[in-house]
């Protein structure tokens, strides 16, 4: 599939904060980009090595882990064609979460969730933008 470029796991966290500040201490990661609204980090992407990974805290329809419970895992897919993608999960049955539409961050993408209750976050690039300027777009929503 050579739409696909990447398929990025993303933890949903109840204090993305102490999170980012563990992650860095505990496996040495470097933050790469963190965005927020209203405080809550809505994306932060991490790198260990040559490893990435993502976080959020929770809301939105994420919830965060409970101790004891399967923690959810958002799983962030980059792709060339987003509606293309999403078509071929839905096909494939997965149901639309969020639908596919342009994002005030520079992306196309929406939600869905396979067969198994596992999110899928879809998105293709339509811009390039700079931290600071999708942080801007960010504030602008709230």
């Known amino acids: ?3 696909i470029f990447q398929i ?3 933890l949903v966290v109840g204090d993305g904060a102490a999170a980012l500040a563990f992650y860095t201490e505990a496996l040495g990661a470097t933050v790469e980009e963190s965005y927020t609204i209203d405080g ?3 994306h932060a992407a991490l790198t260990v090595g ?3 990974f993502e976080l959020k805290d929770a809301g ?3 919830p965060a882990p409970t101790k004891g419970l399967h ?7 980059g792709v060339t064609d987003a509606d293309a993608v999403t078509d071929r ?3 494939a049955g997965a ?3 969020y639908p596919v539409a342009d994002q005030e961050y520079g992306a196309r993408g929406g939600r869905v969730a396979d067969p198994f209750g596992h999110h899928w976050m879809v998105s293709a690039p339509l811009e390039s933008l700079s931290p600071d300027e999708v942080q801007a777009r960010l504030d602008a929503m709230s």
């Open 8 to 10: 990025t796991p993303k």
């Open 1 to 3: 599939m050579a739409d």
């Open 71 to 77: 923690p959810p895992v958002l799983m962030s897919l």
């Open 40 to 42: 809550r980090i809505v």
């Open 89 to 91: 999960l839905l096909a």
């Open 50 to 52: 040559e490893l990435r």
């Open 95 to 97: 149901t639309v979460v």
């Open 60 to 62: 939105d329809g994420d």
